[in-house]
């Protein structure tokens, strides 16, 4: 008896994985299914149900309730560089300035509003998992078919599935009929799954339990009966929820290195501001509340106070030129660590390659036609032998060609249509019949309208069991049946071939078979083409077609890699980024579909079971040296990616179902497809492909480089604006002297002028290189040991340049009112010649193009100039910075000054390049 035999279990997933285990459906004939749930094939009564409901709960995904918008604020503040900016501006309303206060207030407020709204929206792929669950369910209870909410179904209740429907639970078949599911967004297989009743080996992954179906796939085809074995947070769907859970977001490279700036600047600030003041009081005997404001002076003039909102606006331009490239970006942070990818892992269908299945050649008796193209549109041409094929030709010089076509677009249920001239093709039906009818078109045949000359006698549907599809057809000699199906069922049902020249002679089994192989292994899959004259179309059947068969051919069949596919491939690899492959598809498909896309020949790939069979340590060495990995589950994909992060590796991860979602949050940059992707995948992901283009990726990451390289432009700008600030502070009480500059002044540069100047490099435009430098270390700091010596350097320029005009207005007889007012001028004027120069971090800036500037350049220098004007010749300006107005003479030395340091700094870039 089958209950004799032992029940294969295994742990069961999601919350009821501890210490428990569930039997292993898969493995299990459907009589052992059933004994296992204490059900049978006539369902469940009311009462069983209501009360198993009790016991499992709803068939529903339950939500986590998302973080309440206070505790999202509250997790903004959580940053080392905001509590910076709120000494600053509690410093600075201490030392009377109240407006600057608000001001820097108002800079904080800017940055907390951009995160909540930008980031904290990866709970929502849970919620999105919920609606996949099918809403109704056809279900037998009490002996009767009844349809009932989804939510109500239970463990061991019996439900019919019939073609459009979404499977509302995970279920073990019953009984099948021509059953396909679309399994797609579970497991990434680009076909549907023709679904049989047998059982399988408890180990076999996901996308061959051909005896099971799953919550939130869909029935494209046939109907079925089948027992509920699972449901909400049991299922297969609420299993990648429980892991969604489990991920923990991410930190990006750049919020680590901002975060690292922020500790050096604060530590720089309080360590340098407390050593002045003891300095003040205990060295010069200077009042200690005079030196309290001193140092306040020197923490207000070293915080950058306009870098956070300088970030964000270059992430925010970021993002926009990104959207206008077909990469909408959910997330902030993400635009930067694009530009330190270094791993993007992909999944295949759909990104890597069209999701269109096309057929590539056709195998004829001693005879091979390969066709050109890709997807449903009928373009491509038929060669044979490098020559074209012309469609008026084919019944002259290659007749079994054009029968093969012909019996391609009759014995077919699937139809093709463009809505415009130009537009894209769509498919109704299945998207191998799909492939038929596009080759037919190639060929010359208007399906249409052959159908309407040879219309349809009689059908055999596909059925799982048979493995074939037959129609009758009238033709010159009466009738003929047509018939496709797998190719090892068509070619035992044959016994003569038709001839490249339309004879028929006898057939060469064993070269038919070798030709499947060959097809098989260039990860194709196989269909074969038959006919039959003489049948009775009234009396057809399967008996007809037994036996007596003439084999027309065998076409091979692939969905093809998108041709921009191949080429941003290419470009990832020259700019240092290695492609990794990971799909539910078949592993001899996915090394096949690597190899077209230019990742290798002959790439071995590795499969879902010895994913799961390798130890951590061993994965994290497996994923350096592989690059494709097949028959991948949820569990697959999050293990890969954790193992390539512990390795170092900045991971891009692509996907579009909601086997996908996990990894996608996991990964440092998740990327869903905006067209095919569910809604899972894009609310897990931090940036969403509106084209469905792996391509876009590629032009993401090259917006990514060019967003760091801006930022870091805008920390080597600013960052020695403080550093000449802070030293001229220092100087001046080291030296007894008075302030150059005052606290107010420093702050009215800091908020103004250097931000309006930092403000043009963030829409600086990528530099020629970009896609040619290997990706930046993920621990390379921001502040590298260049950028610390430019900081170091030109804030000493700006130190001499300040108190030079100082010295040089109270030599000149100006009070020092005025002589302050010179050097805010000066330090104003600095910076703006050091704007043309920081655009170029090493090449020459003395050239047209650096002179030019942008537009936004030469219209933000314009606008510091009026800005600069107000501040020294306004009458309110006067009172409130204490500015006095200038001749021309000190304007002109201001401007010299500022000359000076452009010029010093082009001596030392030519210097460096010398060098190296």
Known sequence: MATSHPVPRTAAPGPHASGQTTPAWHALTAEQALQAQAASTEGLTTEEARRRQQQHGANRIEAVAPPSL?????????NLLIYVLLAAAVTTAWIGHGIDAAVIMAVVLLNVGIGVLQEGKAEKALQAIRHLLAPHAMVLRDGRTTEIDAADLVPGDVVQLASGDSVPADVRLLKVNNLRVDESALTGESMPVDKALAEVAADAVLGDRLCMAYAGTLATQGQASALVVATGAATEMGRIGQLLTTVEQTTTPLVRQMAQLSRWITLAVMGAAAALFVFGTAVRGLPMAEMFMTAVGLAVAAIPEGLPAIMSITLAIGVQRMASRQAVVRRLPAVETLGSVTVICSDKTGTLTRNEMTVQQVVL????????GAGYAPEGALQRDGHHLQPAELFREAPALLALAEAAALCNDASLHCESPGGDWQLAGDPTEGALLTLAMKAGIDPVELTRERPRGSVIPFESEHRYMATVHADAEGSVALLKGAP?????????QLCADGTVERMDTAAWEQAIDTQARAGRRVLALARRSGVNAASFGPDDVARGLTLIGLVGII?????EAVRAVAQCRAAGIRVKMITGDHGVTASAIAGQLGMGEGLRAVTGPEIGAATDAVLQQLVLSVDVFARASPEHKLRLVRALQAQGEVVAMTGDGVNDAPALKQADVGVAMGRKGTEAAKQAGAMVLADDNFASIAHAVEEG???????????TFLLPINGGESMSLLAAVLFGLALPILPAQILWVNMVSSVALAMVLAFEPTEPDVMRRPPRSSTEPMLSPFVIWRVGLVSLLFLFGIFGAYRWALASGAEVEAARTVAVNALVAMEVFYLFSVRYLKS?????VGVQGT????AAVAGVVVLQALFTYAPFMQALFDTRGLSLQQLLVCAGIGVAVLVALELEKAVLRRAH
């Not at 206070?70 to 959580?78: E, G, K, N, S, T």
């Not at 090892?488 to 003569?496: F, G, K």
């Not at 480089?705 to 432009?713: A, G």
Request: hydrophobic share 40%.
């Open 705 to 715: 480089r060019t967003v760091y390289d801006n930022l870091r432009k805008t920390v």
């Open 70 to 78: 206070w505790h999202r604020v509250v997790a903004q503040f959580h």
């Open 844 to 848: 020459p800036s003395f050239t047209w």
């Open 559 to 563: 969905d093809p890699p998108r041709d």
């Open 855 to 858: 537009p936004r350049v030469l």
């Open 365 to 372: 008796a001693g005879q091979i036609i390969d066709v050109e």
């Open 488 to 496: 090892e069922r068509v070619l035992a049902m044959c016994d003569t």
